[in-house]
């Protein structure tokens, strides 16, 4: 089992900036990768940003890019979702997500974290 808690989030205003963490836990955190993911009412589930534990192959939306940044910390087991120059849009519920390398869906989510844009 995989265990996710966000944190970070928060209400700004356009313009500013948010860091949000995710704390994971479990045996072999390294056979995973690691993924941010956003949500509004009545819309999907949105890719934002993924990241491997064991590399440095980063990957986001373009919708994001240029303002976000995913790192982490494998000594701390914490992945981060740096977000800059903020949007009134990117007002959603941020998840951490994980997926096994050997499959194609997120199977495991964090409680999700409000972040909230004001214009």
């Known amino acids: 089992q995989v265990q996710l808690v966000e944190s970070g989030g928060g209400s700004v205003q356009a313009g500013d900036s948010l860091r949000l963490s995710c704390t994971a836990s479990?045996?072999?955190?390294?056979?995973?990768?690691m993924g941010w993911f956003r949500q509004v009412p009545g819309k999907e589930r949105e890719f934002v940003a993924a990241?491997?534990?064991?590399?440095?192959?980063?990957y986001s939306t373009a919708s994001v890019k240029g303002r976000f940044t995913i790192s982490r910390d494998n000594a701390k087991n914490m992945v981060y979702l740096q977000m800059n120059s903020l949007k009134p849009e990117d007002t959603a519920v941020y998840y951490c997500?994980?997926?096994?390398?050997?499959?194609?869906?997120?199977?495991?989510w964090g409680q999700g974290t409000q972040v909230t844009v004001s214009s």
């Open positions: 997500g994980a997926r096994h390398y050997t499959s194609n869906a997120y199977s495991y």
């Open positions: 990241i491997t534990w064991s590399d440095t192959s980063t």
């Open positions: 479990g045996r072999t955190l390294s056979n995973y990768i």
